[in-house]
C-alpha cells in the first residue's frame, strides 16, 4: 500500500468516528430535550389537577344544596382567582351555571370583560349558553373533567372553541380527574333517583 492510500483510509477512519461521535451527541441532546419535555408535561399536569381538585371541592358545595354537583374555577398567573358552582335551582336561575358565575367574579376582580390571560377549569363540559360566554371573554384555555354527551360544546354535541367563523379559538384539555368528575354526578343522580322511588313507595 502506497503512503497516499494508507493517507486516505486514516482520514476515512478519522470521518466516520467523527460523524459517530456528532451522531451521538444529536441522540444525546433529543434524549435530554425528550426527558425535559415530558418533566414540563408531568408538572402541568399535576398544576391542572391541583385546579381540578378545587373545581371539584366547588361542585360538592352544589350538591349540598341539591344541583347538579358542577363546578368550575378560574386561574390566572397559577393562581385561582374566581370559583363557582352550580346554583341553577338555589338561585331559581338558568343563568347560574358555575361557569357563568366564576366568569362574572372574574370580570369584577380583573375590572375587564376581557379575560384573555386566564384558564378556566370546570368540572363537565360547558354548556351552549357557557361556551358563549367563554369565548366571548376571550378565555383562551378550558380544561375539563368530564364531556357531556348529551350538551357539551367543546366538541360533544357543538364545538364553539374551534368555530373557524367567530375570531376567538379556545384551547381545550379534557379528562383531568375524569372519573372523580363523573362519579361525582353518577352519585348525585343515583341519589335522586332513590330519593325518588323512595318517596313514591308507600310508608
Ligand atoms: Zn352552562
Redesign the pocket.
Known sequence: MTDQREDQDIQREKGAATRQRKWEKRQEQKRLMALKQKEEDRQKRREDERFMREALRQAKKAAALGDVPIGCVIVRQGRIISRGYNRRNADKNVLS????ISIKKACKIQGDWRLEDCAMYVTLE??P??AGAIVQARIPRVVIGVLNPKAGCAGSVLDLFHEKGFNHQVQVDTGILEEECASLLQEFFQDLRKRKSGAAAPV
Open positions: 351555571h358555575a361557569e357563568m360547558p354548556c349558553m357557557c
